[in-house]
């Protein structure tokens, strides 16, 4: 596909931005690459640059022993040799610019975006530019998930959940038997089930009980074993093993009992009425032609868990950004560790995962919520968790 020039121009002028200018340099613009449609393995050793203003034509300015770098985009062909050049034909390629658009992020509030260097920002500051956050031009111009990767997200949740509650059940039965399960067999368990189930993942799935649950980022370890009357966290994720794919990513709670500690219970409802407020913000906006930001809807959440006191226990983002990878490249649900402030669009996938954690267990609730190309939002049937699930 070619870059929708139209697309960003029309975003920039709205943004008051003159241009963008994307910089390459070794890996270190993956969204330019990506963008741009730049080759896996190719040297770019040398800096180069391409040119987009917000009206008229884009430019390519190269180093002359690395004039093929972006080979193939449209656009005059501008080349450099030397420090003093380089710097010449900046100026030059920006001329009359004010206001242009980088991979940065002010303050690095968006890590993911904030990709130029420094220096590089100095240099194009001391010729009198302003430079600004590409993050969402990027939003603008990348490609939106269609009504099929949509329905693969969707197909891929239904059995996501389906393992994620056989799982349970094998638990249970091994318990009920006398078994003493480990943390470690019911994650093999699961890549088992992905396995014949014709999914993929990116990594082995968490599996966390009892005080492990606490760690939000709990990997299990032989010997970890699931006893009885144990809260037990089974966070999982995987999509079909197919060009364009998006991931489905859950996360169930269990109790390996008859009768949670009220404790529990009411960590898990809280968690649980912090991802359902949500989708409904999301809802509102959409229907109402009103745009989301990825923070509001963090604090949407996070407002459920503050007016009970425990805004503490939260210790993440409540989501995160899915496509063909689990974290995705579109707008976090994040006011916590950034202020994410790219807009929720149709034609995207997120995840919903609100959690409590304390020292001696941790509660998370996860589904994903989907956005369609009309502005409708939706979760995957039977993946909106109402009570925890009780092993008799």
């Not at 980088?102 to 975006?113: C, G, I």
């Not at 260097?117 to 111009?141: F, H, I, K, P």
């Amino acid at each position: 596909m070619s870059f929708p020039f139209e697309e960003a121009q029309s975003a920039m002028r709205l943004a008051a931005l003159d241009g963008w200018l994307m910089w390459l340099l070794h890996d270190g613009n993956p969204i330019a690459e990506r963008l741009l449609q730049r080759p896996a393995g190719q040297m770019r050793s040398r800096r180069a640059y391409y040119w987009i203003p917000a009206k008229g034509h884009p430019v390519r300015l190269e180093h002359r022993i690395e004039h093929h770098t972006l080979d193939g985009l449209p656009g005059e062909c501008r080349h450099y040799l030397s420090h003093e050049s380089h710097v010449e034909e900046l100026a030059a390629l920006t001329a009359g610019a004010k206001r242009i658009a980088m991979e940065t992020s002010p303050m690095a509030a968006l890590p993911a975006l904030s990709l130029v260097d420094a220096g590089t920002v100095d240099l194009l500051r001391s010729l009198g530019l302003e430079v600004c956050s590409s993050a969402n031009l990027v939003q603008a111009v990348q490609p939106r998930l269609t009504a099929v990767q949509l329905d693969s997200h969707l197909r891929a949740a239904v059995l996501v959940r389906d393992i994620a509650l056989a799982t349970v059940e094998h638990v249970a039965q091994a318990l009920a038997m006398g078994a003493r399960p480990t943390e470690v067999e019911a994650q093999e368990f699961i890549l088992a089930a992905f396995a014949q189930a014709g999914l993929e993942t990116d990594h082995a799935p968490i599996v966390a009980v009892g005080a492990h649950a606490g760690n939000p980022h709990h990997e299990p370890r032989a010997g970890h074993v699931i006893e009885r009357d144990q809260v037990l966290l089974i966070d999982l994720w995987a999509r079909f093993p197919e060009e364009g794919a998006v991931y489905a990513d859950q996360t169930w709670m269990a109790f390996t009992g008859s009768q949670p500690p009220q404790e529990l219970q009411e960590a898990w409802r809280l968690v649980r009425d912090a991802r359902r407020a949500v989708p409904r913000l999301v809802a509102e906006r959409m229907a109402q032609g009103l745009p989301v930001m990825g923070w509001e809807a963090d604090f949407a959440a996070r407002a459920v868990i503050e007016a009970a006191g425990q805004g503490d226990a939260f210790l993440h983002r409540t989501g995160h950004s899915i496509d063909t990878e689990v974290h995705g490249r579109g707008a976090n649900l994040d006011g916590l560790e950034t202020r994410d402030e790219r807009l929720l669009l149709p034609g995207s996938v997120m995840s919903v995962e609100p959690g409590l954690y304390y020292p001696h267990f941790g509660v998370r609730s996860e589904n994903n919520l989907v956005i369609t190309s009309e502005g409708l939002v939706l979760v995957a049937e039977g993946t909106d968790q109402e009570d925890l699930l009780l092993m008799a």
